[in-house]
């Protein structure tokens, strides 16, 4: 009840000591779930935020908590950890990255399992832009789309030189990074 403060079952709507209405508990907010990976230490970063879900995993921000820098950890979902191909693909993205070594293309620190075998890499933060994706449907002139677009092909190049091709390249996979104050810095990603 709003005025007295007691609590009725749900199919109560009137109080019977003084006749306000009674709050539906059914339509109160609910809490949100509680991440467990939020505040768990990965390797000497702790995660502190998701940034990002999708079918096959998950990405949080993991903050240093001396020094206070920041990386992306990347996991698999659980239902997926003991699914020996899938792994050994995640695994492989990481590992690619590392033979690449290209400025465009996310760069990968580490790659380990949490103590209950769930595996994961730490790669860069990136903080300062937007994925690709705000750009479509938007027409741009060429100064822009034209920079972008060669620097996709000049990290796709460095990936083929390697025989390793992008399986899944979207707009939702580049990220327009701010570097040396010049915006639109590509980083391919996934």
Excluded: W
Aim: overall charge positive; glycine content about 6%; aromatic content about 8%.
């Amino acid at each position: 009840c709003d005025r007295c403060k007691t609590e009725y079952p749900d199919d109560v709507k009137l109080c019977p000591n003084d006749g306000a209405q009674t709050k539906n508990r059914s339509d109160a907010p609910k809490a949100p779930p509680v991440d467990p990976l939020i505040g768990r230490m990965v390797g000497s970063y702790k995660l502190t935020k998701q940034l990002g879900k999708g079918g096959m995993g998950a990405v949080y921000i993991g903050e240093h908590p001396a020094i206070g820098s920041k990386v992306a950890v990347k996991f698999l979902h659980p239902q997926y950890a003991q699914m020996h191909e899938v792994v050994t693909r995640f695994f492989n993205e990481a590992k690619a990255v590392n033979l690449i070594k290209h400025d465009n293309i996310v760069q990968v620190s580490d790659f380990f399992y949490l103590d209950d075998e769930m595996p994961c890499f730490v790669m860069e933060f990136l903080d300062k832009g937007y994925p690709m994706t705000k750009l479509v449907g938007k027409p741009q002139p060429l100064e822009i789309t034209g920079p972008i677009f060669l620097q996709i092909c000049d990290a796709l190049q460095a990936a083929h030189d390697k025989q390793i091709i992008h399986r899944d390249l979207k707009p939702d996979n580049v990220f327009l990074a701010v570097r040396n104050y010049r915006k639109h810095f590509v980083k391919v990603m996934d």
